[in-house]
Nanobody, 128 residues
Framework: QLHLVESGGGLVQPGGSLRLSCVASGFTSSYYTIGWFRQAPGKGREGVSCISFSFSGSSTNYADSVKGRFTISRDNAKNTVYLQMNNLQPEDTAVYYC???????????????????WGQGTQVTVSS
């Protein structure tokens, strides 16, 4: 069973930075996609970024709202995917989740319905 654990959330002032971590264990395939999603109070779950690991290589994708500010990356040795978040704004406040799905598709997509494994979430609050 694939297991995901997020960490790194917290309270930060506008313009600040945080790095979220998603430690994954229990993979049964080498081909998968990891996505970061967020859910603000009263809103639906929004795709933030994703990274794929496929036979033909890896790809990343970002929501327009975070392009240029957020960076997704991985550390294979630690089975960890990171989300570096810079220039955070109050509208970034949400619970952030990492999720995974097994797929051989190189281009990752940020549709929550496509992800079958979810972490417990970590709160990010951006406030002065």
């Amino acid at each position: 069973q694939l297991h995901l654990v997020e960490s790194g959330g917290g309270l930060v002032q506008p313009g600040g930075s945080l790095r979220l971590s998603c430690v994954a264990s229990g993979f049964t395939s080498s081909y998968y996609t990891i996505g970061w999603f967020r859910q603000a109070p009263g809103k639906g779950r929004e795709g933030v970024s994703c990274i794929s690991f496929s036979f033909s290589g890896s790809s990343t994708n970002y929501a327009d709202s975070v392009k240029g500010r957020f960076t997704i990356s991985r550390d294979n040795a630690k089975n960890t995917v990171y989300l570096q978040m810079n220039n955070l704004q109050p509208e970034d406040t949400a619970v952030y989740y990492c999720a995974a799905t097994y797929t051989a598709q190189r281009m990752c997509v940020m549709s929550a319905a496509m992800y079958h494994y979810w972490g417990q979430g970590t709160q990010v609050t951006v406030s002065s």
